[in-house]
């Protein structure tokens, strides 16, 4: 599978090109109890503990940070499977392989939780939410070689997954769970949003993500021939508006970005299209049409 097949542009102007090394790092996340959240996160996930105040909680894997936490006292939890608001669908936790899914199965199952799935032909995913109703998706790719494409878009399904295929991959590795690995990292997030064309016109259109699938209730968009770093539903938000501001969910994501050139193309097409961004740190800070916040960066966060 080439990248020149993976990112042929069927929506949109076709004129915006993002570099095919940006990804999605860094998500932030309100929460309404910091230490049950922390807890959550690390003994049933399995991030690691990265840097604590009062407030705010920074969790990761072999020191990369993943997860901002940020406690919001009383928060309500997210309204999910019901007509809701724009904002956080999930997001996505992408392991090293097979075998680390199976673990990370194997583990969670003694935990007696509920938990989704779903077999997306490039990929084997398992869905649950935290104690706030946040969405969570962890996963493993197929290898792209496996990877169907057919004009641009990606093939992709929602079977049933082979669970029991997961935990004999685990077992015939013989490794203990310790947490998730190394290599881990954010794979992709999931938005609820307002209008797909909308959506097409702001993350394809001015950031310049491909568009490798869609329907007319979903779009998905990547970057460098990736199945996607970006999805968006109105499968519950159809001309909805951003959850108010004392409710959990999504505070921002980051998009990073390989060189400063590359960011420098889209902060420009940002501008022709008369938008406002602000600069946090060293992130130039920009919302999508329903408040949803990106941080955009050059190169991932390297500390808490």
């Known amino acids: 599978m080439s990248t020149t097949q993976a990112t042929d542009r069927g929506t949109g102007s076709g004129a915006s090109v993002i570099h095919p090394d940006t990804e999605v790092g860094l998500l932030s996340l309100t929460v309404s109890n ?16 990265l840097n604590r105040d009062s407030a705010t909680a920074t969790l990761g894997v072999a020191g990369t940070p993943l997860l901002l936490l940020t406690e919001r006292a ?3 939890p997210w309204p999910r499977e019901q007509a809701s608001y724009t904002g956080l669908y999930h997001f996505a936790i992408l392991v090293p392989t097979r075998a680390d899914l199976g673990r990370w199965v194997r583990h969670w199952l003694t935990l007696g939780l509920p938990l989704g799935q779903g077999d997306h032909l490039v990929s084997e995913a398992l869905y649950l939410s935290d104690p706030d ?21 990606v093939r992709m ?6 669970i029991r295929g997961l935990l004999a991959e685990a077992e015939r590795a013989g490794e203990p ?18 209008d797909i064309a909308q959506a ?11 568009i490798v699938a869609g329907m007319p209730s979903a779009l998905f968009v990547s970057a460098g021939g ?22 959990v969910g999504l505070r921002f994501f980051t998009v990073n970005f390989p060189t400063e050139n590359a960011r420098q193309e889209v902060l420009d097409r940002i501008a022709a299209a008369g938008l406002t961004t602000t600069h ?7 919302q999508d049409p329903w408040q949803n916040t990106l941080r955009l960066q050059v190169g991932p966060p390297t500390g808490p």
């Open 34 to 49: 910091l230490d049950r959240s922390v807890a959550f996160y690390t003994d049933a996930i399995g991030l690691a503990l």
């Open 74 to 76: 009383g928060a309500k």
């Open 133 to 153: 109703e946040n969405g969570i998706e962890v996963y493993r790719d197929r290898p792209r070689d496996q990877w169907q494409w057919a004009n641009g878009r």
């Open 157 to 162: 399904g929602a079977d049933p997954v082979d």
């Open 177 to 194: 769970w310790t947490g998730l690995p190394a290599g881990t990292r954010l794979g992709h997030i999931h938005l609820q949003v307002g």
């Open 200 to 210: 097409a016109a702001f993350y394809h259109d001015i950031l310049g993500f491909d």
């Open 226 to 247: 990736y199945h996607h770093h970006i999805g968006m539903n109105t499968w519950h938000s159809q001309g909805a508006t951003p959850a108010p501001a004392d409710m």
């Open 280 to 286: 946090v740190d060293d992130a130039v800070a920009i």
